[in-house]
């Protein structure tokens, strides 16, 4: 067992979890380096742990973590069911049985419908039996809370939440995703029914700290708080927010994260202003000028236009496969999709857009970008997905 470097404090807690959560995907392939992180992170007051069946060697890594240095009993460990890799009932059990020997627990705290993408993936995995399984494993204490983590629009999102009894639910939301993904609206639903709000992605990956552009690098640069500062502290004044996980890979950051939450302060509208401003200045890059209103929605053909918006700005911002990742997440992989080539070029959305956007020139853009040829290959495995998912019921 290593030594306690750090003594051992508390921390900002909601609902009985730390403000600030550790999201061990990008745990370091180093061990000892990795166990110092975890150790720092509970030291300081950290409790909650998310990990998942597809982060390669996480779940192993956590578990010999906390049980070398004797404290799984004192934190929450979150893994998820991988649902996207479901065919068949006796799966539940064989993903279940391999996350906990790999965390050496013979419990879960928080488990996570992995990517829920729609009703109908529910719906599927409820012909398979899951909600009696969930109940026969919180009956047996081998779960403790059940919840999903999600990608996709607040419409989705928001019909997902009366689904099932959920205990809690993860979403990507940050200052940039306000208004998409759950977005604001449904982390304040969610949080009015009781269900606790866990926040992946809060910096974007980085975007918001290290790829700001120049003009919202200006905007902090004039202000007292770091680039990751805003964006963290613009989380924790929201009292509907649970936990916001941040994937700590080095020392550095997640030193940089609790000075954060030790600093904290509430909001005053002088710091909403400057997040406005921050905003403003990352928007002006924006390839296509679309606010997320909806106007335009419902597409007779179905296309979720200011999604694919959304993905096709992000695939310039953020990088090409990050834009990519959310289209096919976000649009392609559920079945209802709302890609842009089922647009028929009627028109009707560009008679209602407040910002006069040439929405049908702006698709033929986006077709070009976010469905290349091997996009085909990502349809296929979708389509596939939700041809036969309801064939292997046993």
Same mark, same amino acid.
């Given at each position: 067992?290593? &030594?306690?470097?750090?003594?051992e404090?508390?921390?900002?807690q909601r609902?009985?979890?730390s403000?600030l959560?550790?999201g061990c995907?990008?745990?370091p392939?180093d061990d000892?380096?990795a166990?110092?992180?975890?150790?720092k992170?509970?030291?300081?007051?950290?409790n909650?742990?998310?990990?998942?069946?597809?982060y390669?060697g996480k779940?192993e890594?956590?578990?010999?973590?906390l049980?070398?240095?004797?404290i799984r009993e004192?934190v929450?460990?979150?893994?998820?069911l991988?649902?996207?890799?479901i065919?068949?009932?006796?799966q539940?059990?064989?993903?279940?049985?391999e996350?906990?020997?790999r965390?050496?627990t013979d419990y879960v705290?928080n488990?996570?419908?992995h990517?829920?993408?729609?009703?109908?993936t529910?719906?599927?995995?409820v012909d398979?039996?899951i909600?009696e399984?969930?109940?026969?494993?919180k009956?047996?204490?081998?779960?403790?809370?059940?919840?999903?983590?999600? =990608?996709g629009?607040?419409d989705i999102?928001?019909?997902?939440?009366?689904?099932?009894?959920?205990?809690?639910?993860? $979403?990507?939301?940050n200052?940039?995703d306000?208004?998409?993904q759950?977005?604001?609206?449904? $982390?304040?639903?969610?949080?009015s029914?009781?269900?606790?709000?866990f926040?992946?992605?809060?910096?974007r990956?980085?975007?918001?700290?290290?790829?700001?552009?120049?003009?919202?690098?200006?905007?902090i640069?004039?202000? @007292?708080?770091?680039?990751?500062?805003w964006?963290l502290?613009?989380?924790?004044?929201?009292?509907?927010?649970?936990?916001?996980?941040?994937?700590?890979e080095?020392?550095?950051?997640?030193?940089?994260?609790?000075?954060?939450v030790d600093n904290?302060?509430?909001?005053?509208?002088a @710091?909403?202003k400057?997040?406005?401003?921050?905003?403003?200045?990352?928007?002006?890059?924006k =390839?296509? &000028?679309?606010?997320?209103?909806?106007y335009?929605?419902?597409? &007779?053909?179905?296309v @979720?236009?200011?999604?694919?918006?959304?993905c096709?700005?992000?695939s310039?911002?953020?990088g090409f496969?990050?834009?990519e990742?959310?289209?096919v997440?976000?649009i392609a992989?559920?079945e209802?999709?709302?890609?842009v080539s089922?647009?028929?070029?009627?028109?009707?959305c560009?008679?209602v857009?407040?910002?006069q956007?040439?929405i049908?020139?702006e698709i033929k853009?986006?077709?070009?970008?976010?469905?290349? &040829?091997?996009?085909?290959i990502?349809r296929?495995?979708s389509? =596939?997905?939700?041809k036969t998912?309801n064939?292997t019921?046993e």
């Amino acid at each position: 067992m290593i &030594p306690l470097f750090f003594k051992e404090k508390t921390m900002i807690q909601r609902n009985g979890y730390s403000i600030l959560g550790y999201g061990c995907m990008r745990l370091p392939s180093d061990d000892k380096l990795a166990e110092k992180l975890i150790m720092k992170a509970y030291n300081s007051g950290i409790n909650y742990f998310d990990t998942a069946y597809v982060y390669k060697g996480k779940e192993e890594q956590l578990g010999k973590i906390l049980a070398k240095n004797n404290i799984r009993e004192k934190v929450t460990v979150a893994t998820k069911l991988p649902v996207y890799m479901i065919r068949k009932r006796e799966q539940f059990d064989e993903f279940f049985d391999e996350e906990l020997k790999r965390l050496q627990t013979d419990y879960v705290d928080n488990y996570l419908m992995h990517m829920l993408p729609d009703e109908t993936t529910w719906k599927r995995l409820v012909d398979l039996g899951i909600i009696e399984w969930l109940e026969k494993k919180k009956e047996l204490g081998q779960i403790k809370r059940v919840g999903f983590s999600f =990608h996709g629009s607040t419409d989705i999102f928001l019909r997902l939440l009366d689904a099932y009894d959920w205990e809690f639910c993860m $979403v990507q939301y940050n200052y940039l995703d306000e208004n998409s993904q759950a977005g604001r609206k449904g $982390v304040e639903t969610a949080a009015s029914k009781g269900i606790p709000v866990f926040i992946m992605e809060p910096l974007r990956g980085g975007r918001l700290t290290k790829g700001l552009n120049k003009k919202a690098q200006a905007v902090i640069a004039k202000t @007292d708080k770091t680039a990751g500062e805003w964006g963290l502290s613009w989380l924790y004044n929201q009292e509907t927010i649970t936990c916001v996980l941040s994937g700590m890979e080095t020392m550095e950051v997640l030193e940089e994260n609790l000075r954060i939450v030790d600093n904290f302060k509430t909001f005053d509208e002088a @710091d909403y202003k400057v997040i406005e401003k921050i905003k403003d200045a990352i928007n002006s890059k924006k =390839h296509i &000028p679309c606010t997320g209103c909806k106007y335009c929605m419902p597409c &007779p053909f179905g296309v @979720d236009i200011p999604g694919a918006f959304r993905c096709y700005n992000t695939s310039y911002n953020d990088g090409f496969i990050r834009g990519e990742t959310e289209y096919v997440m976000s649009i392609a992989m559920k079945e209802e999709q709302g890609l842009v080539s089922q647009c028929k070029q009627c028109g009707k959305c560009e008679k209602v857009c407040p910002q006069q956007i040439p929405i049908r020139k702006e698709i033929k853009k986006v077709k070009r970008r976010l469905q290349p &040829p091997f996009f085909r290959i990502i349809r296929r495995i979708s389509d =596939h997905y939700y041809k036969t998912g309801n064939k292997t019921i046993e």
